[in-house]
């Protein structure tokens, strides 16, 4: 069974990081495309970075130079380091995984809250 546990959020001011992780069990880790999606309040969830299985990133431009995703094969994780992070950043964090080309797999974690605020 495929499950995501993400971690991490909290309640940072304006201009602070965070680190989230996300444990991923249930797959063979190593061969998928890892990524953090994120939903707002009223908001539809959005795709905010990947990650390859060979490590080519790509993210979302409002997050561009700010959030950097990386991944631990051996300790099945994917990880989300956020800096500089705005008050637009404020949203439920999730991550997911996917084969290749294919959508992205059915289940989904409870995510982690991160909300920026002074």
């Known amino acids: 069974q495929v499950q995501f546990v993400e971690s991490g959020g909290g309640l940072v001011q304006p201009g602070g990081s965070l680190r989230l992780s996300c444990a991923a069990s249930?797959?063979?880790?190593?061969?998928?495309?890892m990524g953090w999606f994120r939903q707002a309040p009223g908001k539809q969830r959005e795709l905010v970075a990947t990650?390859?299985?060979?490590?080519?990133?790509n993210y979302a431009d409002s997050v561009k130079g700010r959030f950097t995703i990386s991944r631990d094969n051996a300790k099945n994780r994917v990880y989300l380091q956020m800096n500089s992070l705005k008050p637009e950043d404020t949203a439920v964090y999730y991550c997911?995984?996917?084969?290749?080309?294919?959508?992205?797999?059915?289940?989904w974690g409870q995510g982690t809250q991160v909300t920026v605020s002074s």
């Open positions: 997911n995984a996917r084969l290749g080309s294919s959508d992205y797999l059915s289940s």
């Open positions: 249930g797959i063979i880790f190593s061969v998928y495309v």
């Open positions: 990650i390859s299985l060979g490590g080519s990133t």
